[in-house]
């Protein structure tokens, strides 16, 4: 499993589409995970450290699985299959650990709240990541894994709807990591 971390959500100013951006800490590959608004919503009030006036979902969450007995350990982003993600929360209780399958967007929201480890698995990264070029933001066509493969035109077609995405963002959008842009 690799250790991963938020490097921004990102928001087409003309679409409003959410695309939660994941990185490997120890690299330089990227994982976009296409997410619903009250998802991003979720995870950016955590970022942000922003309080609100009732407990969220996520929150209520954390708050049943503590009142349970068990811990939030990590949440891994096991598997992607037809440009679906899959996950699973990993909770440990009384020296036992129980797996839940969930939407990554949910495993991340309730990991901030419970400042629990995100991983994505080899399998994921090997099919899903890519590294956006620091000047562009387009995905760049060599990737930075072990075997430094060449992505062939199949792998980028499949990376086509993250690619659109990325094509209504606007320069500007690139540099706001962790923070939604304005509604102008």
Request: with cysteine.
């Amino acid at each position: 499993m690799l250790e991963m971390e938020i490097e921004s959500i990102r928001i087409s100013r003309t679409t409003l589409q959410r695309v939660l951006v994941l990185k490997e800490k120890s690299s330089e590959r990227c994982l976009p995970i296409w997410i619903g608004g009250p998802e991003s919503d979720a995870i950016q009030i955590q970022l942000d450290g922003a309080e609100v006036p009732r407990p969220l979902t996520h929150d209520l969450l954390r708050s049943a699985v503590s009142k349970l007995g068990a811990t939030v350990r990590s949440i891994v982003v096991t598997d992607i299959d037809q440009d679906t993600f899959y996950a699973k929360i990993i909770l440990e209780r009384n020296g036992e650990t129980f797996h839940l399958d969930c939407r990554p967007s949910d495993a991340i929201a309730l990991a901030l709240r419970s400042e629990a480890t995100i991983f994505a698995t080899q399998e994921v990264m090997d099919k899903a990541s890519i590294i956006l070029d620091p000047n562009t933001g387009q995905p760049q066509k060599k990737s930075s894994d072990q075997n430094n493969k060449q992505l062939d035109d199949d792998e980028i077609k499949k990376m086509s709807a993250f690619t659109d995405f990325i094509g209504t963002l606007e320069i500007d959008d690139l540099g706001e990591s962790k923070e939604q842009p304005s509604s102008d």
